[in-house]
C-alpha cells in the first residue's frame, strides 16, 4: 500500500487523479461495507471535491494533502452532517459547524470520505457498546478492533481509507491501532485543537491520526496541529515539520524501560516481539536503560474516578431539552430526563455517568475526586523524572492482542484492564504513538508503544519511522 508521498508523486506525474483514488476507496468500502467501520459514507461529496481538487492540481495550487482520503470519527462535528457519538441520544443531530481539525485537513486538499463507528460517546476499549453494531477487525473479523476509535482504525487496516481521526482519551487511538495492525498518534494534550469535539473527559481528550505509515500520520499532524482561538486548551506553540524528524537514526538517543510496564504476567508473545525491537535499537546505536514510573498500579483507578467524573458533568446536557432525543409521551419534567436519557443512552456509559456522579458526590469528593486528582500530579512526576534521564520510553501498547466479541463484556473490569499501558499518557498529557511490531502466532497484530516528552511528537515519530523503515 503507497504512503501518501508516493500517492502525491503519482498525482503530479499524472498517473492517477483524485476522482480514481476515491472511486477505489467507495468501491472497497462497499465490499467491505460488512465491517460495520462506516456510520455515513459521503461518495457524492467526497467525488465532487476530488474533480475540484484535480482541476487544482492542474493549476498547481492544490494544498499538501490534495489527494488524502481521510474518515472521521463520528464524534467529530461537520457542518450539516449528522454527529451521533454512536449513540441513540444523538441518532439524528446534524452539527452546525465543523471542528477545527477537519476544516484544517479540508483546507490543505484532504477528502473525508465519511464518518466512522465507535464506542458510544468513546467509552469503551473494544468497539461493541456502539449503538449502531459492533466493527469487526479486518484482520479477524471474530475479533474487535479495540476502541473507543474502533471504526477508524478498521477502515486504514482495510484499505477503506489512507489515514483517519480518532480521539485518545484513555488509549483510544493507540490500543486500536495496535490491534489492528496500523500507525496511531495521541499528541501532547493542547497541540492539536479540540474544538467541534464531543466532549467525553475535557481534560483527557486529544485528536490525533491513524495512518498505515509514520509519515502518512506526521502528515496529517503537520496540518492539525497548532493554536486555536476557539481552544482556550491549545497551546501557543510553534509547530516543527514532522517529516524533518523522520531521519532513520536513533544514534544516541536514550530510551527507557518502565520495569512497570513489563510484569512476568505479560503475554509472553506480546514481551518477545517487544524485546525485539529494542535489541534492535540497541544494535542501532540507542541507549537503553530501565526506569522506574512508581504508581503505575493507581494508573486504571485513578484514570476511572476522573475521566468518570468528567464524563458525568459533560454528559449531563443530554437531558431532552435542547437537542437529541427526546421521549415521547411523558408529562412532567424530570420524566422527560429520566426517560430520554434511559432510553437514548447505552449501558456502559450509564455506568460511567453514575460512577462520575458519585465519586463528585457530596462526602465522597474528598475521598476519590480530589485524592485522585492528587495521584495524578504523583503520576505526572514520574514522567517528568523519568524524561530527566531519557529522551522517549517503550512499552507494550497492549497487553494482548485482538480478544474475541463478547469476551469481555460481562467484565468492565477486565475490559478496562485494556488500557493500563495507555492511560498514564493521558493522565499526564504527554504523546504517545503505537507501530506495528509483528504478530503473534495466530496472526494478529501486536502493537509497540512509544511515549515522549510534553510537545516533542518529533522524538517519538522518529522513533518509530525507524521500526518501521528499517525491521
Not at 54 to 66: E, F, S
Not at 111 to 117: E, R, S
Not at 430 to 439: E, F, K, N, R, T
Amino acid at each position: 500500500m503507497k504512503n501518501f508521498l508516493s500517492l502525491r508523486q503519482s498525482l503530479a506525474e499524472g498517473a492517477v487523479t483524485c476522482e480514481s483514488i476515491v472511486d477505489g476507496y467507495v468501491r472497497r468500502i462497499d465490499e467491505k461495507k460488512h465491517l460495520n467501520a462506516f456510520l455515513e459514507v459521503y461518495a457524492d461529496d467526497a467525488r465532487s471535491r476530488a474533480r475540484e481538487l484535480d482541476q487544482k492540481l492542474r493549476g498547481g495550487n492544490a494544498g499538501p494533502l490534495a489527494g488524502m482520503v481521510v474518515a472521521v470519527k463520528d464524534i467529530l462535528c461537520m457542518r450539516g452532517k449528522r454527529t451521533t457519538c454512536a449513540s441513540k441520544i444523538l441518532e439524528n443531530f446534524v452539527a452546525p459547524y465543523t471542528a477545527t481539525v477537519v476544516q484544517r485537513l479540508e483546507d490543505a486538499g484532504a477528502i473525508v470520505i465519511g464518518k466512522t463507528n465507535m464506542d458510544e460517546f468513546a467509552m469503551g476499549s473494544s468497539t461493541e457498546n456502539s449503538a449502531f453494531g459492533i466493527t469487526k477487525n479486518p484482520v479477524d473479523e471474530s475479533r474487535v478492533p479495540g476502541g473507543s476509535s474502533g471504526g477508524s482504525a478498521a477502515a486504514v487496516a482495510a484499505g477503506l481509507a489512507a489515514t483517519a481521526l480518532g480521539t485518545d482519551t484513555g488509549g483510544s487511538i493507540r490500543q486500536p491501532a495496535s490491534l489492528c495492525g496500523v500507525v496511531g498518534l495521541k499528541p501532547t494534550y493542547g497541540r492539536v485543537s479540540r474544538f467541534g469535539l464531543v466532549a467525553f473527559a475535557s481534560s483527557f481528550d486529544q485528536i490525533g491520526p491513524f495512518g498505515t505509515s509514520v509519515s502518512d500520520v506526521a502528515s496529517v499532524l503537520n496540518v492539525i496541529a497548532g493554536h486555536d482561538p476557539h481552544d482556550s486548551t491549545s497551546a501557543e506553540l510553534p509547530v516543527p515539520d514532522y517529516h524533518r524528524a523522520l531521519t532513520s537514526d536513533v544514534k544516541g538517543l536514550r530510551i527507557g524501560l518502565p520495569k512497570e510496564y513489563f510484569p512476568s504476567a505479560l503475554n509472553s508473545e506480546v514481551r518477545e516481539a517487544v524485546m525485539k525491537k529494542i535489541d534492535y535499537l540497541r544494535e542501532q546505536g540507542a541507549i537503553i536503560k530501565e526506569v522506574s514510573l512508581p504508581h503505575s498500579e493507581y494508573t486504571i483507578a485513578t484514570y476511572y474516578i476522573l475521566a468518570t467524573a468528567e464524563a458525568s458533568s459533560n454528559l449531563a446536557r443530554y437531558d431532552g431539552a435542547r437537542y437529541g432525543k427526546r421521549a415521547a409521551g411523558v408529562k412532567d419534567l424530570n420524566g422527560m430526563y429520566t426517560t430520554s436519557r434511559s432510553e437514548g443512552l447505552g449501558d456502559e456509559v450509564k455506568r460511567r455517568i453514575m460512577l462520575g456522579t458519585y465519586v463528585l458526590s457530596a462526602g465522597y469528593y474528598d475521598a476519590y475526586y480530589k485524592k485522585g486528582q492528587k495521584v495524578r500530579r504523583l503520576i505526572k512526576e514520574d514522567f517528568d523524572k523519568a524524561f530527566q534521564e531519557t529522551d522517549c520510553l517503550i512499552s507494550p501498547t497492549s497487553p494482548t492482542t485482538a480478544f474475541r466479541f463478547g469476551e469481555k463484556t460481562d467484565d468492565p473490569l477486565r475490559m478496562y484492564l485494556n488500557d493500563i499501558y495507555t492511560v498514564s499518557a493521558n493522565l499526564a498529557g504527554i504523546p504517545g504513538l503505537s507501530v506495528p511490531c509483528g504478530a503473534d502466532t495466530q496472526g494478529l497484530p501486536i502493537g509497540l508503544q512509544i511515549l515522549g516528552k510534553n510537545f516533542d511528537e518529533e522524538t517519538i515519530l522518529r522513533v518509530g519511522d525507524f521500526l518501521e523503515d528499517k525491521n
